[in-house]
């Protein structure tokens, strides 16, 4: 049994998921991660041009809410200027009711900023919120492009794991050792054409069985000084080996 195969039969059993073994076969591997990374990408790209076209939209309105409350609110102003000064003229000689319209005029002056401010912080609070979603999404979004690019690593590596395994004992039975003494991880895809591998070399070794039983029953027969039954054994073993070549 060679070194490499010993290592293989030594190893298999007890072969524990490391960091550095998930990416057994980087080509196959990162090619499949990196088209579902793509595709995540394109994903995450359509909704994120959506949501921040939908909230750029209501950032617009409310933006065009407060600008039209601001010019009402000026020409609130202009008005309530020119009633005070029309009251003062026509009012002169009575003070309280001069006194009484200026306190009504400067509360609802007031009210009126009141409102002009509580629509230009509803818009600056809408405009935040638009800035703290759009972040949150771009963040949630890169989490899942990456996300799905490890995920994608490591279901690949559920295949690639038993693929470079079966490289190794195919390279092994070429050699010409089938004692195969070999198994999957769990979770490992392929089982059964691991087992069906396993299986070949189980009928292999069972051939190899038959023929060596044969030669030892013609080393006998030629020690016996029998070559007829050696011969005959000799045979058979030919026949087996050329019905495999195919010759």
């Known amino acids: ?15 524990r998921r490391r960091l550095r073994n998930y990416l057994l076969d980087s080509r196959f591997q990162l090619k499949y ?27 617009g309105e409310s933006a065009k809410v407060v600008d039209e409350s ?26 309280d009711l001069v006194a009484e319209f200026e306190k009504e005029a400067d509360a609802y002056d007031r009210a009126l900023a009141e409102h002009e401010k509580a629509v230009a912080d509803q818009q600056a609070l809408l405009v935040m919120r638009q800035r703290l979603m759009i972040g949150s999404l771009v963040g949630g979004l890169s989490l899942m492009v990456v996300a799905i690019g490890l995920f994608g690593i490591y279901f690949t590596h559920r295949v690639a794991g038993p693929v470079h395994k079966m490289k190794r004992l195919l390279r092994q039975v070429g050699e010409g050792d089938l004692r195969v003494e070999a198994r999957l991880r769990r979770g490992d895809e392929l089982k059964g054409f691991f087992d069906e591998f396993t299986r070949m070399v189980a009928g292999l070794r069972d051939l190899d069985r038959r023929q060596l039983e044969e030669v030892e029953a013609a080393i006998q027969a030629l020690e016996r000084g029998d070559r007829g039954d050696a011969a005959v054994s000799l045979q058979r073993v030919r026949r087996v080996i050329r019905d495999a070549i195919g010759e």
């Open 70 to 95: 601001r010019k009402a609110a000026e020409e609130s102003r202009k008005v309530s200027s020119v009633t005070r000064m029309n009251v003062r003229d026509l009012a002169s000689e009575s003070p």
């Open 33 to 59: 991660a990196g088209f579902l990374v793509v595709v995540a990408l394109v994903i995450s790209s359509i909704m994120g041009g959506v949501l921040y076209a939908t909230t750029r939209a209501m950032v």
């Open 1 to 15: 049994m060679t070194t490499s195969a010993r290592a293989t039969a030594g190893h298999t059993g007890s072969y």
